[in-house]
């Protein structure tokens, strides 16, 4: 009778195993001071999650930023995705600290992953139009997260992990800075230290002198083109001669004239008012709101 209990005992024992390998296991969540990682979803065997937790650890301690992912798998809007990354940056690591997180949305169509950085965060993973680091990460990690339904997530993780140290390593962009649209302040780094002003603190003169050369060539190129046009206007289409305006039947010299075909023309100012700056004011730096930077990205 006891080996039969004992036999049904190890079935039971092995039964629990397989289903655990094959039903997805429940949301998962860990965090440290400074390293948050939620598996909604489950999609990560918990030798997967441990792996991936450590790797973010190993990034939050190398660069002292605070690092952050969501596995999420619910049907989520665009807005929700971006305000829930914000909210849940704030949540964990505190408002206007150091560091990023991470929304990789694993619902199954069309994706939006999202990277919400904060403070510093905003320096190393920059979002404008010259220096678009959260670009450059999407297209790494997108790699990882094809076919649906059969994503690398574990890989992605990792692969995250490993950009945010190698941007954190290529440092901040020279004269970079990031304009917040809800506060109406222009923050950069002084010494290291973020500082915030109401006026742009740098001035591109490269960019200035690249636009007054430019507008300089366009005006000279707009001269020769009407002081052309209007030559070839009064050209005359053969070589004049005494005998142009003589009446070969007639000749008479009583009377002189000299008969022009009437030419209107106009002039037409060029607009010399135009500049080569984009998104606002704000091709020269990145963009934020509320005290968060980053980007979204569809797949």
Known sequence: MRKTMKRIGAAIVLVLTMLTMLLPLPAMAAE?????????????????????FARLQ???????????????TQERSDYTIESAADQTYDDYFGAKTDGLLYYMDLKGHDAYDYISTSGLGQFYITNSIENNRVESI???LDSYLYPVGRENVSGAVQA????????????VPEHYYVYDDLYHEYYHLEDGELVATKKKPYINWAKVAMLAFGGGAIGLLAAFITFFAVKH???????????????????????????????????????SGSSGGRGGGHSGGGFSHGGHGGGGHHR
């Not at 440290?32 to 991936?52: A, I, P, S």
């Not at 995250?160 to 440092?171: L, R």
Request: hydrophobic share 30%.
């Open 32 to 52: 440290t001071k400074n390293v948050f990682l939620y598996d909604e979803g489950g999609r990560l065997t918990q030798e997967e999650y441990d792996t991936c």
């Open 58 to 72: 190993e990034a939050a301690n190398k660069t002292g930023l605070n690092v952050g992912v969501i596995l999420a």
């Open 160 to 171: 995250f992990a490993e950009q945010v140290e190698y941007w954190y390593e290529a440092g």
């Open 138 to 140: 999407f297209s790494v």
């Open 233 to 271: 206007t009064y050209k005359f289409k053969y070589e004049l001669s005494p005998t142009t305006y003589v009446n070969r039947k007639s000749v008479q010299f009583n009377k002189e004239y000299d008969r022009f075909v009437r030419t209107n023309t106009s002039r037409v100012p060029l607009n």
